[in-house]
């Protein structure tokens, strides 16, 4: 019960999206797990060196690029590790990520045309978290992500 989660900076009013905005300020439940110490806050984009705001990119197979090419896998790669390494160190084994982005996302991302078109798919960070033995979860199964931490 006293378990750590990493939750996408993001998702808790961080302003670290690429446009320089964040998703979203926080649900109650989530507020509640950071009051109780359990939270780890990462934006492994950011992790990764990348700048605030950035071009907006996409997945395509195990790369990403922005809308003119420009191919960006190495840093995202370098957050990804971030995450993993933070996940290692606080002995964390849930994660609530931010659902459609190429780094965080866990049930869709984009499917690389830039036209707004969802796959089904997740990110890298994600990827690389699951294989690690970490269950990650949107902040749409906040529920079922602590009810999960929780037991
Ligand atoms: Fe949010 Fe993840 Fe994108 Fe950072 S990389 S802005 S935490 S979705």
Redo the contacts with the bound molecule.
Sequence with gaps: PDSKILV????MG?P???DGR??SQGTEKLHLLQKQGRMVL?????AGGLP?PRSPAERISDRIQDQTGKDFTDAFIR?AEKALTMCQDHNIKIAI??E??????SDFIYDGSFTGTKINGS?I?TDLLRANGVSVFSEHSIKYALDLANR
């Design positions: 996408s900076a993001c998702l961080k670290v999206r690429y964040y998703a990462l934006c492994p984009e950011v605030t957050g990520l931010k459609g982005s190429p780094s965080c996302g990110g960070v």
